[in-house]
């Protein structure tokens, strides 16, 4: 069974902080995908990224970077900088490759972050 | 506004009642899914749809739930004789075949 943990529940920084959100995940496919979402307190879950697991490449999109390594099936999200805007919780999921499940989506439990100003 | 849209966004009912929420996804998405998200804890997911077909249900779906999406656009969600523990926020999203999910902002259901 595949499953997600961010161990961190909370977080609280104080702006211009670099904050780093951990997330580690269980699968027995060889393929999957890996995401983050931003739920503001709107509710709404806002994608960031999607990284396939060949692909162990970080990434970097403005701020926000993210760290891949499959050896320790492991994919934490890092926040350069951070505005008081980037209060929100973030979520980590992981699906299988899409087939008869479609894009499913296991989350972990999330970690609300908070940046004070 | 293109984004999936939810609705009510909101609904409180007594326990024993039937509440029936509504999901309109992105219109060229083939793929839509249920989520049920509670206080403090991840989306889990509830059951999933491409184009009409129902595909997958979540053992969390029990035979109180049932969802739909008759021509393969919309899809409603009912409850019948609600619990309160199924006070929860019920999540819609869509997608393309192979890409990411985009998510409704949700309907919030209070079950008193």
């Known amino acids: 069974a595949q499953k997600v943990t961010q161990a961190q529940t909370e977080i609280s920084v104080v702006e211009k902080e670099d904050v780093t959100l951990d997330c580690v995940y269980e699968t027995r496919d060889t393929t999957y995908y890996l995401f983050w979402y931003k739920q503001p307190p709107s509710g709404e879950l806002v994608f960031l990224i999607r990284r396939n697991s060949f692909d162990e490449q970080n990434e970097i999109s403005g701020r926000y970077s993210w760290n891949f390594q499959k050896s320790t099936s492991s994919f934490n999200f890092t926040i350069t900088a951070s505005q008081v805007v980037d209060s929100a919780v973030y979520f980590c999921?992981?699906?299988?490759?899409?087939?008869?499940?479609?894009?499913?989506?296991?989350f972990g439990e999330g970690t609300q972050l908070t940046v004070n100003p | 506004d293109t984004g999936v849209s939810q609705d009510p966004r909101h609904k409180i009912t007594k326990r024993g009642q039937n509440v029936t929420f509504r999901c309109d996804p992105i219109?060229?998405?083939?793929?839509l899914y249920w989520y049920r998200q509670t206080l403090g804890q991840g989306p889990e997911f509830l059951t999933y749809f491409q184009n009409e077909a129902q595909l997958e249900k979540s053992r969390l779906l029990s035979d109180r739930f049932s969802a739909e999406r008759p021509k393969g656009s919309f899809s409603t969600l009912e409850i019948q004789r609600t619990e309160q523990g199924d006070s929860a926020m019920y999540l819609c999203?869509?997608?393309?075949?192979?890409?990411?999910?985009?998510f409704g902002e949700g309907s919030r259901l209070t079950v008193l």
């Open positions: 219109s060229e998405h083939n793929r």
């Open positions: 999921a992981l699906s299988e490759t899409p087939g008869t499940s479609g894009s499913r989506l296991t």
């Open positions: 999203a869509s997608s393309l075949l192979t890409g990411e999910l985009f």
